[in-house]
C-alpha cells in the first residue's frame, strides 16, 4: 500500500501537471472531512471537459480499487457533470487515465490496474484535452462491455447511448 505522504505528494504532482496542461484544477479536501461519501482526489475542467479524478500511485505492483471508491466516483461525476477518470502512475511512468467502464473488474468486484494495461491501453494526460466528446478516440466500445457497465452502474445510460453512437 501506498503511504499517504507519497499518496499526498503524487496528488499535488498530478494536479500540478492538470494546471500546466491548462486545467482549473482544485484538490478534493482530506478524505474523511466533507462527507461519509467518498470524494474524488482532484476536480479539473478547462471549460469545455470536467473531471473528477481518483488518483492512485504505485511503484510497480498493480493497483487497487474498491468497488466503493469506483462508485462513489461515478456517483459524485454524475451528480457533478463530470466525466469520471481514474488516473493511475507507476514509478518512472507518466500519468494514465482511464474511464471506470474500461477497468478490470475482479471477482470480488473491486477493480485492478496493472502496469502494462496503463502503458498500453491508459489514456495520456493530453488525451484529457482532446475534444467536447470522446469522437476522436472510438475504438469501438464491444456493446456487452458497456452493457455490463450500465448493469454494475459504472456508467450512467446515457454516458453508454453516447459510447455507442
Given at each position: 500500500m501506498m503511504s499517504n505522504a507519497k499518496g499526498d505528494r503524487r496528488e499535488r504532482e498530478l494536479v500540478n501537471r492538470l494546471d500546466e496542461a491548462g486545467?482549473?484544477?482544485?484538490?478534493?479536501?482530506?478524505?474523511?472531512s466533507a462527507t461519509e461519501r467518498e470524494l474524488p482526489d482532484v476536480?479539473?475542467?478547462?471549460?469545455?471537459?470536467?473531471y473528477a479524478i481518483e488518483?492512485?500511485?504505485?511503484?510497480?505492483d498493480p493497483i487497487y480499487l474498491t468497488g466503493e471508491e469506483v462508485e462513489a466516483l461515478v456517483?459524485?461525476?454524475?451528480n457533478f457533470g463530470a466525466?469520471?477518470?481514474?488516473?493511475?502512475?507507476?514509478d518512472r511512468e507518466d500519468w494514465y487515465f482511464f474511464h471506470p467502464a474500461e477497468i478490470h473488474q475482479t471477482d470480488g468486484g473491486n477493480y485492478?490496474?496493472?502496469?502494462?494495461?496503463?502503458?498500453?491501453?491508459?489514456?495520456?494526460m493530453d488525451a484529457?484535452?482532446?475534444t467536447d466528446d470522446d469522437s476522436d478516440d472510438d475504438d469501438g466500445h464491444d456493446i456487452r462491455d458497456v452493457l455490463h457497465a450500465v448493469e454494475q452502474g459504472v456508467l450512467s445510460p446515457?454516458?453508454?447511448a453516447s459510447m455507442l453512437e
Open positions: 486545467f482549473a484544477v482544485m484538490r478534493a479536501p482530506a478524505s474523511g476536480l479539473a475542467g478547462d471549460g469545455v471537459a470536467f488518483a492512485k500511485s504505485s511503484s510497480g456517483y459524485f461525476s454524475q466525466k469520471p477518470k481514474i488516473g493511475v502512475r507507476f485492478r490496474v496493472k502496469k502494462e494495461t496503463a502503458l498500453e491501453d491508459g489514456d495520456p484529457l484535452r482532446a446515457d454516458e453508454a
